[in-house]
């Protein structure tokens, strides 16, 4: 078991930048690959970013790339997307979550997630 708590969110203007973090307790989360995810009102939940278990390869949604990193301390179990050169589309909810691994058909599964937190960039 894994519980995750995103933290950082904010109202930010466009052109700035934010750094939310996903703090992990209850097991070690080196044994998990971790992802970050939003949801925008009236729209499906979407993939942002995600690190390996060893944080030594990332991969990000070609919307934020060149704009979010994700990165992670070890010592401190906890995750981080920094978000650079915002824009309102930017504006979700935030989710972090954490895989075991890949499940049938491929697909890499998340079974631990956060409650979210909201960011929101003004025009």
């Known amino acids: 078991q894994v519980h995750l708590v995103e933290s950082g969110g904010g109202l930010v203007q466009a052109g700035g930048s934010l750094r939310l973090s996903c703090a992990a307790s209850?097991?070690?989360?080196?044994?998990?690959?971790m992802g970050w995810f939003r949801q925008a009102p009236g729209k499906e939940r979407e993939f942002v970013a995600r690190?390996?278990?060893?944080?030594?390869?990332?991969y990000y949604v070609d919307d934020v790339k060149g704009r979010f990193t994700i990165f992670r301390d070890g010592a401190k179990n906890t995750v981080y997307l920094q978000m650079n050169s915002l824009k309102p589309e930017d504006t979700a909810v935030y989710y972090c979550?954490?895989?075991?691994?890949?499940?049938?058909?491929?697909?890499?599964?998340?079974?631990?997630w956060g409650q979210g937190t909201q960011v929101t960039v003004s025009s």
């Open positions: 979550a954490a895989s075991s691994g890949v499940g049938p058909g491929g697909k890499w599964e998340y079974k631990y």
């Open positions: 690190m390996s278990r060893s944080g030594g390869t990332t």
């Open positions: 209850g097991r070690t989360f080196s044994s998990y690959a």
